[in-house]
């Protein structure tokens, strides 16, 4: 799920805009861009800014193009600027340097199967958990765990490698809540927030978001844990392709009496739609013009839109439909949407973000409580697989689809 956004998220980005920086990202090294002089023309170049990753002329002032080169500001408010030198045609663009590779067949594919989010101990700490009564508990993390776990032995019999970003209920990361207290403490202050309260007692605690623990459980799972998984992803697993696994949900309210929504849907998420505000932040700038240099793009389209064709008429669901900016399509698919994630903006490789389901649907909550089963059953209506084998199955065809048609 990624729908739901907390407010104190964005308060977090707003406090530390002075830096220009978004939540524990780094400053950026520019020198790390030189490898990509001459790699790109200057009609792919505007067409990838324009259409992809920062539509609306989100990037003026910021990203200049020039009739040879970009011109891009390196740090807010100061004059240095990054010029990229455009190639003179695409048959004289030199390759770009990437870890990943292009035109791969499944067999062989080396592809990362990244459960999202903690689950287990941690899924109501990170607000992806509810439960009926005495009910089976919705945990996405879980689930998508669950997923990973019905999917990897499909895709290691079509001959991929697969590789596990998170194998185990909990974070990757070995930091903790306790690590970021300080850090917390620092982002109250910058807010205005005097003397906040160190600790909460329960989550529908009034002023909870305020307390120093309740931000510092957002830069744990929100930020740390994503930028850990991206570590892992471009320094160690280095893969073809990345899965990310998730649920989607709408706001439920209290967990132990949560409200269903009618409808359920689905979409798949690529990189892009950088708002004017993000462009600001220097790391989302400069992690812009990595992912958008290294060539990615074009094919994380292909393969999102081909396994969302697929995944959509097998999980017989509609498409969702963002009714606010924060996303874009980039395609005829109505069901791939653009949307600047940390988390496929961070990997620099093409990356398959899949949103099916949404969790409180009276629908979605009876095939959890029906859980795991081999075959055919009828649930809340209709003869299905369990949800698991579902959206495995799904997802194991729609990528040998994706890798057969290039
Ligand atoms: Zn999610």
Same mark, same amino acid.
């Given at each position: 799920m990624i729908a739901r956004l907390l407010l104190l998220a964005s308060l977090l980005v707003h406090s530390v805009q002075a830096e220009s920086l978004s939540p524990l990202g780094e400053r950026p090294d520019w020198t790390v861009l030189a490898p990509f002089q001459e790699?790109?023309?200057?009609?792919?170049?505007?067409?990838?800014?324009?259409?992809?990753?920062?539509?609306?002329? /989100?990037?003026?002032?910021?990203?200049?193009?020039?009739?040879?080169?970009?011109?891009?500001?390196?740090?807010?408010?100061?004059?240095?600027?990054?010029? %990229?030198?455009?190639?003179?045609?695409?048959?004289?663009?030199?390759?770009?340097?990437?870890?990943?590779?292009?035109?791969?067949?499944?067999?062989? %594919?080396?592809?990362?199967?990244?459960?999202?989010?903690?689950?287990?101990?941690?899924?109501?700490?990170?607000?992806?958990?509810?439960?009926i009564g005495a009910g089976v508990p919705v945990a996405e993390g879980d689930l998508t765990l669950r997923v990973a776990e019905a999917l990897a032995p499909q895709l290691t019999a %079509?001959?991929?490698?697969? %590789?596990?970003?998170?194998? /185990?209920?909990?974070?990757?990361?070995p930091k903790r809540v306790a690590d970021f207290f300080q850090i917390a403490r620092a982002f109250l202050a910058a807010q205005g927030v005097a003397n906040p309260r160190e600790?909460?007692?329960?989550?529908?605690?009034?002023g909870r978001g305020a307390t120093v623990q309740s931000q510092a459980e957002l830069l744990f799972y929100r930020q740390a844990e994503i930028r850990h998984r991206a570590h892992l992803v471009n320094d160690e697993l280095k893969p073809d392709l990345v899965l990310c696994l998730h649920f989607n949900a709408d706001a439920w309210g209290d967990p132990q009496r949560p409200a269903f929504v009618p409808k359920n849907h689905f979409h798949v998420l690529v990189n892009g739609c950088y708002s004017p505000t993000e462009l600001r932040l220097d790391d989302n700038r400069f992690e812009l013009l990595q992912r958008l240099l290294g060539g990615v793009t074009d094919e994380e389209h292909r393969i999102s839109t081909t396994v969302a064709t697929h995944m959509a008429r097998a999980l017989a669901l509609p498409p969702y439909i963002y009714t606010r900016d924060i996303a874009v399509r980039v395609n005829a698919s109505p069901y791939v949407w653009a949307r600047n994630l940390l988390a496929n903006r961070l990997y620099r490789c093409p990356v398959v973000f899949l949103e099916p389901y949404v969790m409180n649907s009276q629908e979605l909550w009876e095939r959890v409580q029906a859980g795991d089963y081999e075959g055919v059953r009828t649930v809340a209506g209709s003869a299905r697989k369990s949800l698991v084998r579902e959206y495995a199955v799904a997802v194991a065809e729609g990528l040998t689809a994706a890798m057969r048609h290039r």
């Open positions: 790699t790109i023309t200057r009609a792919e170049f505007v067409r990838l800014l324009d259409r992809v990753y920062a539509p609306r002329d /989100a990037a003026t002032g910021l990203i200049d193009v020039n009739e040879e080169r970009a011109s891009i500001v390196q740090r807010l408010g100061e004059p240095e600027r990054f010029t %990229l030198r455009f190639a003179k045609d695409a048959a004289s663009a030199k390759s770009p340097p990437r870890y990943w590779r292009a035109g791969q067949p499944l067999a062989g %594919l080396r592809v990362a199967i990244d459960p999202g989010h903690l689950g287990g101990e941690w899924a109501k700490m990170e607000e992806r958990w509810f439960r %079509l001959g991929a490698e697969v %590789l596990w970003v998170r194998r /185990a209920p909990g974070p990757t990361t600790t909460y007692r329960s989550m529908e605690e009034p």
